[in-house]
């Protein structure tokens, strides 16, 4: 059925949401000064935010796994992917009124406005997308290998090629999402999308339990609750202070 929306796939989304929005609100106490945490190093934090990303990753190629079965348009296809792009770069903006050195300018919209693009095009590659998916995820730790033996690579680890993820060192930036190893992640949404679709979908399509009705409707919403949720957690905070 075309638009047809799967609940279960919504409120995975919304698991993700209501995590991001758990680790944005400490992040904020920090930047406050109300509690005392790094988050640019310690693991409890640094894997929380890999869990979280790859949630939202995962969950971004089991949608256009779906929307791609139902016939999306590319017409529809660009009109939401507009929208990523716009909210992207309002992010970048943003970011920069606030953390001027290390503002984000490839983050989490802007690598998945790419990756959609990418994913899309890739999506009859079938079964090839766990093998393309778990080479761009195990071309990261290639990288930085690389980088200890060619000097040459250095040129990676500017800004203007920081976007494809193969780099010997981590950019000063509050938010980075490039291609590797994040586009594997996507495809393997991809993948497992398109295999629950053909071989599992009763499991998708079955009604979730009531309690998970918030979580699905968050879901519905992830790109208006992202772009919303720290302006108004920072403002509260404000308030408070």
């Not at 796994?65 to 992207?88: D, L, N, P, T």
């Amino acid at each position: 059925m075309p638009g047809q929306r799967f609940d279960s796939i919504d409120a995975l989304r919304g698991v993700a949401i209501v995590w991001m929005t758990v680790y944005h609100f400490c992040f904020d106490l920090n930047h406050f000064g109300w509690i005392k945490q790094d988050f640019y190093t310690d693991p409890f934090w640094t894997w929380q935010r890999t869990a979280i990303v790859s949630l939202f990753l995962f969950c971004a190629g089991l949608g256009q796994a779906v929307a791609v079965e139902q016939g999306q348009s590319w017409a529809r296809f660009w009109k939401r992917w507009a929208q990523i792009a716009a909210c992207a770069l309002l992010v970048t903006a943003s970011s920069y009124w606030m953390y001027p050195k290390s503002f984000i300018y490839f983050g989490v919209l802007h690598g998945i406005a790419v990756m959609l693009i990418i994913v899309r095009l890739t999506a009859a590659w079938g079964r090839g997308l766990w093998l393309a998916g778990a080479v761009a995820i195990a071309a990261k730790p290639l990288a930085s290998l690389a980088h200890g033996y060619w000097p040459e690579l250095e040129f990676l680890n500017h800004p203007a090629w920081n976007w494809l993820g193969l780099i010997g060192r981590k950019p000063i930036t509050e938010d980075y999402v490039p291609l590797i190893p994040w586009l594997g992640v996507m495809w393997w949404g991809m993948a497992a999308g398109q295999w629950l679709l053909s071989r599992r979908r009763s499991s998708i399509q079955q009604p979730i339990p009531r309690a998970a009705s918030p979580l699905a409707w968050l879901g519905r919403w992830s790109l208006t609750w992202y772009m919303l949720h720290q302006p108004v957690l920072m403002g509260l905070l404000l308030l408070l202070r």
